[in-house]
Nanobody, 116 residues
């Protein structure tokens, strides 16, 4: 069973930066075959896609974060990252990591709060 642990969230002023990490365990030597993604959710709203990175390192970004956020992965560390730059108060959310191969696995989330 794949387990994901996010870290790196926190409180930051508008315009600031954060780097989120998501470490996967239980993938054996197969992490490189997983598609990985970051999502975010605010109270009362559906979880929304932020960015994804494929096993071939192709990336996709939601329009709201394009040019500010950058997703990357290090298969030697079973880790996917999300660099958050130029943060805005509307980026405030719980950020979740997702791993997909045959099924989806989710982490517990990490809170990002951006003050104005």
């Amino acid at each position: 069973q794949v387990q994901l642990e996010e870290s790196g969230g926190g409180l930051v002023q508008a315009g600031g930066s954060l780097k989120l990490s998501c470490v996967a365990s239980g993938t054996g030597n197969s992490f490189r075959y997983y598609a990985m993604g970051w999502y975010r959710q605010t109270p009362g709203n559906q979880r929304e896609l932020v960015a994804t990175i494929s096993s071939g390192h192709s990336t996709y970004y939601a329009d709201a974060v394009k040019g500010r956020f950058f997703i990357s992965r290090d298969n030697t560390k079973n880790t996917v990252y999300l660099d958050l730059n130029g943060l805005k108060p509307e980026d405030t959310a719980v950020y979740y990591c997702k791993a997909r191969r045959l099924t989806d696995s989710w982490g517990q989330g990490t809170q990002v709060t951006v003050s104005s």
